[in-house]
């Protein structure tokens, strides 16, 4: 079956990622989600779609169809790099605010963006990913209008599942300017509609993201707290990690019993990372179509201790140079050294191997007869190409190992 002819071809086959954007589209009358046994957030079709709705939510979901860089972003000094694609600058940054950047996961960049954004009144509010004020392991999309609504929210990295753009038609529908942050995934699902949605681009001006480890599944969550016989309603505090770079995942309980546990003890091993299937075959997990991307700077991929977080940052477009030059004047954000894609390649070796691994994954999803996403603009084939051909086997034969657990 590699042909997707309805929603529940797309998460049977491991290729949503629970971004919420379909139930945007059509509405919480025709799509609900909900948390999936494996710990996904997975949309289910509770009428039926007529067929210009799916053909809608085919046309935006990243599980569907994902795309590079739009043509019309790329300027006169876009530099261009096989794996990392196009960028204007790389160099380090971070948030001039103290409090941001201790708490923040890195160094609070793009929380420092969106603050400097809202504060100068060149867009309205922020939509973003929050923990869940009534369930704090749980995230839910938030609109941001304050710097209160921003930073009180945890609002720094949820490794956990989550779906911003199931609010996205709300956020058009304020008919007000907006920046989204969120995964490179939702980026993906918002350039393609703005394809077909002529208000995306008027209103939502900004496309931030990190570069993006995985979206983790719930089960992962779950794990951590059961190791302490610590229950899902007795938690007050739920925090993957900040309060420090890397800081450590940390929960604390109505009754003010506290735990935490090492980054590297909790992330160190990424075979037990238990990302999402649609994770493992992503073919842009660093950014390409954002205006601009945040990254962790540790050298070799994982840190050797906390420091004050520092964040890289990928410019791609024009746009984003220009909202990070303008921060910077505005004393929002510190610029720190240039950076090389050397540097980059170093900070994040996994990007760099799923990168190469990515169109082989997906020639052993279509050798079992199941269906990759679209891809344009990525150059998956032509890293492909210049991959050692043991390597490229490897990654096609392990793909097959594991559509059993899809």
Not at 72 to 91: P, Q, R
Not at 256 to 269: A, T
Request: with cysteine; aromatic share 8%; proline share 4%.
């Amino acid at each position: 079956m590699s042909q997707i002819n309805s929603l529940s071809d797309i998460t049977n086959n491991g290729l949503c990622i629970g971004c919420g954007i379909c139930q945007s589209l059509v509405g919480t009358d025709k799509i609900s989600i909900s948390m999936s046994e494996k710990g996904r957030l997975e949309p289910k079709a509770i009428k039926p779609l007529s067929n210009l709705e799916f053909e809608k939510i085919k046309k935006t979901c990243p599980g569907v169809i994902v795309e590079g860089l739009p043509q019309t972003e790329v300027n006169n000094n876009s530099k261009h790099d096989l794996i990392w694609g196009y960028y204007n600058s790389l160099f380090y940054a971070w948030s001039t605010d103290k409090d941001i950047r201790f708490q923040s996961s890195t160094g609070g960049l793009l929380n420092g963006l969106s603050l400097y954004l809202l504060e100068t009144n060149k867009v309205d509010f922020v939509l973003h990913t929050a923990g869940d004020p009534d369930n704090p392991m749980r995230s839910l999309p938030k609109f941001s209008y304050t710097k209160k609504d921003l930073l009180n929210c945890e609002s720094r990295s949820r490794y956990g599942p989550a779906s911003p753009l199931s609010k996205f038609n709300e956020a058009l529908d304020t008919n007000k300017k907006f920046v989204f942050v969120g995964k490179p995934c939702d980026i993906s699902a918002i350039r393609q509609l703005s394809k077909i949605d002529e208000r995306v681009n008027k209103q939502c001006l900004y496309l931030l993201t990190l570069v993006c480890g995985g979206s983790t599944e719930f089960t992962k969550s779950q794990d951590f707290i059961n190791s302490f016989k610590v229950k899902e309603e007795e938690l007050d505090i739920f925090r993957y990690r900040g309060y420090g770079n890397p800081g450590l995942m940390y929960i604390k309980t109505k009754d003010g019993r506290e735990h935490d546990k090492e980054y590297n003890s909790f992330w160190g091993d990424e075979s037990n990372w238990r990302v999402h299937f649609r994770c493992k075959i992503c073919p842009d997990a660093i950014g390409e179509c954002s205006d601009l991307a945040a990254l962790d700077t540790w050298p070799g991929g994982s840190p050797a201790g906390e420091d004050e977080g520092f964040n890289a940052v990928i410019a791609r477009t024009k746009k984003g140079i220009n909202l990070l030059n303008d921060a910077i004047k505005a004393g929002y954000i510190e610029k720190g050294d240039d950076l090389n894609i050397d540097d980059i390649n170093d900070f994040q070796p996994h990007q760099l191997n799923k990168k190469k691994a990515v169109y082989a994954r997906h020639l052993g999803l279509k050798k079992n007869n199941l269906p990759t996403p679209q891809t344009q603009r990525l150059r998956i084939k032509e890293i492909y190409d210049n991959n050692d051909k043991k390597f490229n086997s490897i990654e096609e034969e392990g793909i097959t190992s594991r559509v059993e657990k899809i």
